[in-house]
């Protein structure tokens, strides 16, 4: 499987690769929301994207609503990966389209668990 992970943080996007890469995935890397719709429009869809929230260029939930808007990418699993912890943020994510929302910090279990949720691990 492929995933996506768009953070601007070099430090988070290598925490979160080596967890998809025990869950067999193959990773892309993208830091802000425009470099990932980039990447999309060369490569197409990916099972997963994995969204910081605050970003420079284009912020996540911008991101999450561009996807979305997108039939191409109506099939891809989007996880909110944050600091952003209100409740009111949580249901802008989800409302926006997300598939799923993981706050920072986080385990590698809470990690896998949300990719079990997802359909995307056993």
């Not at 490569?43 to 039939?71: I, S």
Request: aromatic share 6%; no cysteine.
């Amino acid at each position: 499987m492929k995933a996506l992970i768009v953070d601007d943080s070099r430090a988070m996007r290598l925490v979160i690769a080596r967890i998809l890469q025990a869950h067999d995935f193959t990773i892309v890397e993208a830091s802000n929301g425009r470099e990932a719709l980039d990447v999309m429009e060369q490569t197409g869809p990916f099972d997963l994207a994995l969204v910081d929230w605050n970003m420079p260029v284009m912020d996540g939930l911008e991101l999450v609503l561009a996807l979305r808007k997108d039939r191409r990418f109506d099939e891809m699993a989007i996880m909110m990966v944050t600091t952003e912890s209100e409740a009111k943020q949580v249901e802008r994510a989800i409302a926006a389209g997300a598939s799923e929302y993981l706050m920072k910090p986080f385990s590698a279990e809470t990690f896998a668990a949300k990719l079990v949720n997802l359909g995307l691990a056993a």
